[in-house]
């Protein structure tokens, strides 16, 4: 397949146009099943070392919800030590739990066997699921579906709310699914100044001859 001008505007849009989205912006409408189906089909898309598709899915439910956000609100307070500007900080929206219609928690299948490409690198079976869950998140900003990622949390609460042994699977991902508002023309925290948007220029470590 070749694609022309106008697929690839499309998709520097979709890529320039995700966002992080938190609670303040959720609303309350439902996500189709087959909306749902399509973002969890484009992780299937993913790359993954050696084709060994390791991403698994928890679609959670109410109760489990609560018990997440129960665990992220005493993480947030203890995180709020760790840096300089409390204020701001503590003003920070961080998380969609309840507010977004759909959580997913997101697992890397760990395996008992030697995987393709991992000889080495043991750590690109884990890659590979970040690479599905990227796909997620184009996916359902394309759908004009928000989708926030809540990373304030410790593996081991969340591996014992849902009951998982990590002796099988490791934890990597929490993520919110929602219709919003809005999407903000920009990075939420970059509008609330917690961070400047790199140069990039500055990101290049060595620059070969091209």
């Known amino acids: 397949m070749i694609f022309n001008k106008k697929d690839q505007t499309t998709l520097e849009n979709i890529i320039t146009s995700r966002r992080d989205v938190r609670g303040n912006n959720f609303i309350n409408k439902k996500i189709s099943k087959k909306k749902l189906l399509k973002i969890l089909n484009s992780a299937q898309n993913a790359?993954?070392?050696g084709y060994s598709q390791?991403?698994?899915f928890i679609i959670v439910d109410k109760k489990k919800k609560d018990l997440v956000y129960n665990h992220f609100s005493k993480s947030f307070e203890k995180s709020k030590k760790?840096?300089?500007?409390r204020k701001l900080y503590s003003s920070l929206k961080l998380e969609g739990i309840k507010e977004s219609n759909i959580n997913i928690?997101?697992?890397y299948k760990k395996s008992k066997k030697d995987i393709l490409g991992q000889t080495y690198m043991k750590r690109t079976g884990e890659y590979s699921v970040?690479?599905?869950i990227l796909n997620m998140w184009?996916?359902?900003?394309?759908?004009?579906?928000?989708m926030g990622w809540v990373s304030i949390l410790k593996p081991k609460k969340i591996n014992d709310i849902f009951d998982i042994k990590k002796e099988d699977y490791k934890f990597i991902a929490y993520l919110?699914?929602?219709y919003t508002k809005e999407f903000y023309d920009e990075p939420e925290l970059k509008k609330l100044g917690w961070k400047k948007k790199k140069k990039l220029e500055k990101?290049?470590?060595k620059k070969g001859k091209i």
């Open 203 to 205: 990101l290049i470590l």
């Open 105 to 107: 928690a997101v697992y």
């Open 138 to 146: 184009l996916t359902a900003r394309s759908l004009n579906i928000g």
């Open 130 to 132: 970040i690479c599905a």
């Open 176 to 178: 919110c699914f929602g």
């Open 47 to 49: 790359p993954s070392v």
């Open 82 to 85: 760790k840096f300089k500007d």
């Open 54 to 56: 390791p991403w698994r």
